[in-house]
Structures are given as C-alpha cells and as structure tokens.
C-alpha cells in the first residue's frame, strides 16, 4: 500500500526536476528515466535486503538448534523451535535482563521469530512496507525507523508482559507502518485536497485504501500477538514509536510546487514537529530503561488483564485441562521435589504457586522418575492445585 505514497512522491520530485532543468536549460528526463534512475546505483533498499538476510539466518539457526524439528502446533502454532530454543537465541525475557543483565535481549528479538508463520508473514510485511519507505527516505532513515521502534516496542513488552518471553521483527515492521501513517497525517492537505486533486475523487479514494490497507495490516499482526512468543506490547509500542519517529525522520512533500504558500508559523511549527518526534522517543526509552533497571524484573503494574492484550487461551472450544496454550502464570512455577532413593520414584513435591503459595502434591501414584518430565508437568499441577494461578 505504501508503493502508491512512494509514487506520489517520485511523481512530486519529477516535476520539481523537471521545472529546474526547464529553468536552467537543461535536458528534459522523462518520468520513466526519473524513476529508474532512482533505482540505480547506491540507491537500493540495502537495510531491508540485510534485515531480510539476519531473520532468514537466525530462522535456521533457531531450528537447528532445537535438533531441525519443530515443535507440537499445542506448544508452538507458528511451526517452530521451542521456549528454550528461543531463549537461547536470544528471546526477550524480563528476569534475564534485569538480574542477569542480559540488555541484549532488547536488541536480539528483532530478529528472531517463532517459526515459519511468523517469519513469512513478517517477511512480506517489511519486503513491501521497508522497501517502498527506504526508496523514499533512504537507508539511515528506514534504519532509525525499524530499530529505536523495535526497541522501545521490547521494553514495553518488558515491563507490562515480564513473564511472557517474545520474539519477532514486528515491533520494528510496526515502527515502519506507524512512519508511514505519520507520512500521511504530515501530508493530509495534500493527499485529500478536493483543490489539489482537481475535484478527482479517485485519487483520493486511492489514498483512503492505503489507510484501509495499513489498519488490515495492523489488525492481521495483532491477531498474531495473541499466540504464544509474539506481543502486542511490541507491536502498540513499536507503532507509537514509529509514529514520533516518523514525524522526524520523513521528509514532508512541499507545497510550494502545488502553489500552496505557508507562512514562517507554518515553517516553525514543522521544524518543532520534526525535532519533537525523535527527541521524545529517546527520552522515553532513556525513562523506561530506567523504570525496567529498577523492576527487579516483575510488572510495573497491577494489572491482570493487561496480558490478555497479547494472549487468548485456546482452542475457545475446548475444556480448560485441554487448551494448548493458556494465559496464566503457571509455566513459570518451580517445585521441591522428593524423590525415593530405593524406587528412584519422586513421592512428592512442594511447589510455590504463582502467587507464592506452597502446596505439597503427593506424586505416590504418579510413577515419575524422571526429573525433566517432571519438570514439564508443573504448569499442569499447578492449574490443578493452585487456587491463584496469577502472580502478584
């Protein structure tokens, strides 16, 4: 959707090309020219080629790393490595960066993914959305505006999802969708103008369908969000970032070609914009690094619903024991197990509920010897024995 901006855009550059080579006698270039002109050379989309090139890398990486299989549709629906694989790789998780000091975790997730689904989707996203923005407005440009999103997008996720680990190069697609609705937004008069478009309502119409083409976009990644490894935290906060960025970093279309003359106010105001946007953005990440540094790695609030923004148990249709995922916080209980020396049987364990509680478990019946098995079966006793299965 964002081609048709990108034309309107080399089609605003031509004229003014052309109305200075006709001023200064010099030869004519035609559109066709113009525009493969700009496709020449060192004027390539080389950020989107190498983003392209990392997430493909690190996709391969991941599932072989968990021994080339990917995991249960239950444990990952977007076909795909395991929690430990991820982690591994590089996931965010909120303990590890703030007791461990693992800051990278805030740059790594932007090129991760949790499996196949996920990587296609996002590839195709950044092919069209990145490289359409970065023959527009260059290199750097697009730089800034997939990376300080990407990142403000993971710190959110941080603080207001700490239990949940996530991945994926959305918070910096979405940092690049927010730009291109700060494109519109900076260059509103110009786009719907009746005067402008000469009364021609199709233009307009058409400009209108990339808005629609954006928010569908917007809404297909937030559904994503709902399964497990993937954040709307990251997606919201990577859009509002990309937003400020956007009014810094993209160039406004000028109106004095249109004939449309704006006052030292109006040239003001937009200079205040454009320093306002990026400058706002650093001073928010520099404030919730801060606010994450002094989390101890738990939520900055109290708020219990705030994970269902990123998290639906599901299938809807099945009884609670049978979901594949859930949106709790058993899956990061521990437990003091007991374990028979003579049978090597564990006969029973104490294990801490999300809440803090401790409750014993008799596991006499159970016949489990296995410590990793054991491991994998807490979430289950924990929905089974806790009476709060939230954190505080």
């Not at 190069?169 to 927010?178: E, Q, T």
């Not at 209980?333 to 401790?358: E, F, G, H, W």
Request: proline share 4%; hydrophobic share 45%; aromatic share 12%.
């Amino acid at each position: 959707p964002y081609d048709h901006l990108t034309g309107i855009r080399t089609d605003v550059e031509w004229a003014e090309d052309a109305a200075w080579r006709r001023e200064h006698d010099e030869p004519y270039l035609a559109w066709a020219d113009f525009e493969e002109a700009k496709d020449t050379g060192l004027n390539q989309p080389f950020f989107t080629y190498i983003a392209l090139l990392v997430c493909s890398v690190c996709l391969i990486l991941s599932i072989a790393m968990n021994g080339w299989r990917v995991e249960n549709l239950t444990v990952n629906p977007m076909i795909g490595p395991s929690a430990e694989t991820l982690i591994d790789m590089g996931a965010k998780k909120t303990s590890l960066i703030v007791e461990e000091n693992q800051w990278y975790r805030l740059f790594t997730p932007m090129v991760l993914h949790a499996g196949i689904i996920h990587f296609v989707l996002n590839m195709l996203a950044l092919w069209f959305i990145g490289l359409a923005v970065e023959q527009s407005h260059g290199f750097w440009n697009v730089a800034i505006l997939f990376v300080v999103p990407a990142i403000g997008g993971n710190i959110m996720s941080a603080l207001f999802l700490p239990e949940y680990i996530s991945v994926g190069a959305s918070g910096g697609i979405f940092g690049l969708i927010g730009a291109c609705i700060a494109d519109i937004v900076t260059n509103w008069n110009l786009l719907f103008s009746r005067v402008l478009n000469n009364s021609d309502d199709g233009s307009r119409f058409r400009n209108v369908k990339v808005l629609i083409w954006l928010l569908m976009d917007i809404l297909l990644n937030i559904l994503i969000g709902l399964t497990p490894f993937v954040d709307n935290f990251t997606h919201l906060g990577g859009m509002v970032y990309g937003f400020l960025c956007g009014l810094s970093k993209l160039e406004r279309l000028s109106t004095a070609f249109f004939g449309v003359k704006k006052g030292l106010l109006f040239k003001f105001q937009t200079h205040l914009v454009r320093f306002f946007g990026l400058t706002l953005s650093i001073v928010c990440i520099c404030i919730s690094v801060v606010v994450l540094a002094e989390s101890d790695g738990k939520r900055v609030t109290n708020c219990r619903g705030c994970r269902y923004v990123s998290c639906v148990p599901f299938p809807f249709w099945s009884p609670y024991d049978k979901k594949w995922w859930y949106c709790d916080d058993c899956d990061i209980v521990k437990a003091d197990a007991r374990q028979n020396r003579i049978t090597n049987l564990y006969s029973s364990m104490n294990l801490t509920c999300p809440d803090d509680s401790i409750v014993n478990i008799d596991l006499s019946d159970a016949q489990i010897n296995d410590q990793v098995f054991l491991q994998k079966q807490l979430p289950g006793y924990c929905r089974d024995h806790c009476e709060d299965v939230f954190s505080d």
